[in-house]
């Protein structure tokens, strides 16, 4: 029989043996935790680098810095404090911090690094950041709770209208699968750049939605997230192009940069029919306008937008989160039918008094300006929405709160 | 009407705000393509940090270096290799490789970092790092292939036996929403420091199971993962103890280490009931004994030899890969039903005749000797086995084969 001593190794040989290289074990950082939430809130960042220079951290959580640009157009850029270092370990302690869901990476001598001691990370288009969570509201929103949880299935669905299966990530409520009843649906869409993804992990769908429906102030309902880039099957990494790294729309990769792999053979909006059939027919779900939303993000509003107003007996509820409505002037995409005769098409969306139509944008957002000009255009026609205006730009922040706000006022009208 | 310019400029805001910061852009790294597998396939890696004086590169596509302990047991280390610089980007080609799925990480002035032109992480424990495939047998199997795709469901179970909810994770096989037929199911159990997602990621189980149906090489079935850690209701930030990056086994963090949240009420192995009510509750399944598999790696081989050997009639398919058969010497454990009267229990089991009993390890595992006394044990009984044997140590490029290997000879005798 082998000894205690002996035991507890042979324990701790699994554990490590289980992991092809500890990390925090090689870089020495085991010792270290960041980062570490202070009593009053303020956050501690800490990194062992005995050989930096400098070391920054850079992140939501700073005082944000407004860039404008030639064309107009402005964004609030991440700002950048400084570490100090002592005795070969960095820190920086921040201001005490409103609740919140924040992103940030560490710079060491210019070269952007994720937290080693954090093995929270989340990824927007290219760029990956580690995350935390500061308690309070809505925080604790976006944080999972000892709540019943919903579901959340990655699966494939088949879009003849395009021309091939897609990925898709479908959220279904607690008790869904042992209930027998029947469920309204949320189409809930990305920005550009994201992918099927993108609401699950920047958006934390699954978390809102739990504590939501746990607090009793949303209904339980399926949330369905498609991928809305029409020349795509699939996040990066889930198809059969491999584990290609998207080229930074912003860098000039030139020859690296390749064609869209796939052809749709139509619109993203035109084939929404699709999803709408696969959800319907491979879940058990309530199959009528009253209890199908759309709503999305940026790009996704504009989706959500043409989608509605393209098949006017789909959804009774609407939701335009930091919507690019300025496609409506985009002249050079006469040539799909999406962009055609839209005042008939709205004025027969309108004629059909959908139960919701929900505008949100922040201040700052640089589509604040578009967003006037179409609620301008639906005040022309006395077309009835309702509008919620925050602080802030166009950034994840913002959509997860439009989310929690538009989710309670969903299927109960 | 916009100008054709101004509509780019829109476009590639809406595709730049989506994201909070794009990592490659600050970093200016956006040129840099990196890992670039080349047409013998060796592999470059390239890293833009003009600042660094010490660029280096470490991962399993390196050769290892097999470290003995005091103890007697061994593990193979990672290799490390030196980038070179050229106007500050970094570079290091490999050796031509075999295919594989392999990992690695930069080591840039002693600390261990990302490669921020790579998107594709996998964790390990607490141990992040980038992933490649190189193409061909087996890297094929692990790579997302033009094929009818299976469905993954992450959601929650509940197991009265150890007294709360926990979070697992289920491969669907292709078709099984619309065929409405019943299929088999394979649980399949992770090591120590493992969780509920280690077989997904780490085992690219979704992959290996799509390609090897399509292939006809493995029936249709459902793959159930759950969390092994009786202590754990999920993997780290999937419960209410929030985004808490677990303290390293190695590291001495000292009160930074908390002790397990939950309190169980049982073991992991004696609550294994719940798991298979559970899905067989919630899944159109075979619920017979010849319907069921149950394999793991390291602690997971351990309780699928403990759980099949304690509930006889459940399982007619056992797989041990790399198994902690050294559990049997557990002499501190013997309050735990589960490791008493041992040598009746493999009597029981085996008058029963199991379909089949597969023992799989490398030669160079640590537990290679504990694997010899078990199977003498086994063999001294007469109890009868399948063995497989092939090179490496405790490691999960061992584990994928070892699934690819083990499930098609699942469910055809």
New interface residues.
């Given amino acids: 029989?082998?000894k205690?001593k002996?035991?507890l190794?042979?324990?701790?040989?699994?554990?490590?043996?289980?992991?092809?290289?500890?990390?925090?074990?090689?870089?020495g950082?085991?010792?270290i935790?960041s980062p570490e939430i202070n009593s009053d809130n303020s956050v501690t960042f800490r990194?062992?680098?005995?050989?930096?220079?400098r070391v920054q951290v850079?992140?939501?959580f700073l005082p944000t810095e407004n860039r404008k640009?030639d064309?107009g157009?402005s964004?609030d850029f991440?700002g950048v404090a400084d570490l100090t270092e002592k005795n070969g370990v960095w820190e920086f302690t921040s201001a005490p911090l409103p609740s919140e869901l924040y992103?940030y990476?560490f710079?060491?001598?210019?070269?952007?690094?994720?937290d080693?001691?954090?093995?929270?990370?989340s990824?927007?288009?290219?760029?990956?950041?580690n995350?935390?969570?500061i308690?309070g509201d809505p925080g604790d929103l976006y944080?999972?709770?000892?709540v019943?949880?919903?579901?959340?299935?990655?699966?494939?669905y088949s879009s003849p209208t395009l021309g091939y299966?897609r990925?898709i990530t479908i959220y279904t409520p607690p008790g869904y699968?042992?209930s027998g009843k029947s469920y309204p649906v949320l189409y809930l869409l990305?920005?550009?750049?994201?992918d099927e993804e993108a609401w699950i992990t920047l958006g934390r769908t699954a978390q809102i939605m739990d504590n939501l429906i746990a607090q009793g102030k949303a209904k339980p309902m399926l949330v369905v997230m498609p991928n809305g880039n029409a020349t795509q099957k699939s996040a990066?990494?889930?198809?059969?192009q491999?584990?290609k790294?998207?080229a930074?729309?912003?860098?000039?990769?030139?020859a690296?940069r390749p064609e869209p792999p796939y052809k749709p053979k139509s619109s993203y909006e035109l084939a929404f029919p699709d999803i709408v059939k696969f959800v319907e027919?491979?879940y058990r779900v309530e199959k009528k306008k009253s209890a199908r939303a759309i709503a999305g993000?940026?790009?996704g509003g504009a989706h959500s937008l043409n989608i509605s107003k393209e098949f006017p007996d789909l959804f009774d509820y609407v939701g335009l989160f930091s919507a690019?409505t300025?496609t409506f002037?985009?002249?050079?995409r006469q040539d799909n039918p999406i962009y055609q005769n839209i005042p008939q098409k709205l004025k027969t969306q309108f004629a059909k008094s959908p139960k919701l139509y929900w505008i949100a944008i922040g201040k700052t957002d640089?589509l604040y300006k578009a967003n006037v000009d179409y609620r301008k255009l639906l005040d022309d026609n006395g077309y009835k929405y309702e509008y919620f205006e925050n602080e802030g730009?166009?950034?994840?922040r913002n959509w997860r709160i439009y989310l929690a706000k538009f989710a309670p006022m969903l299927f109960n009208k």
């Avoid at 080693?116 to 990370?121: A, D, G, K, V």
């Avoid at 944080?143 to 000892?146: E, F, G, H, K, L």
């Avoid at 990066?236 to 059969?240: M, T, V």
């Fill in positions: 029989m082998m205690k002996t035991l190794a042979v324990a701790m040989m699994l554990f490590a043996a289980a992991s092809f290289a500890q990390e925090a074990l090689w870089s950082n085991g010792a935790v990194l062992r680098a005995p050989k930096a220079a850079t992140g939501d640009f064309n157009m964004y991440p992103s990476s710079i060491v001598d210019g070269l952007t690094t994720r080693p001691s954090n093995i929270f990370l990824r927007d288009v290219v760029s990956i950041t995350i935390f969570i308690p944080s999972v709770r000892d019943p949880h919903g579901t959340v299935a990655r699966r494939w299966d990925r699968e042992a990305h920005g550009a750049g994201g990066p990494g889930e198809d059969e491999g584990l790294t998207p930074n729309p912003f860098a000039n990769r030139g690296a027919t491979n993000l940026s790009m690019a300025i002037d985009m002249g050079d640089f730009g166009h950034i994840w």
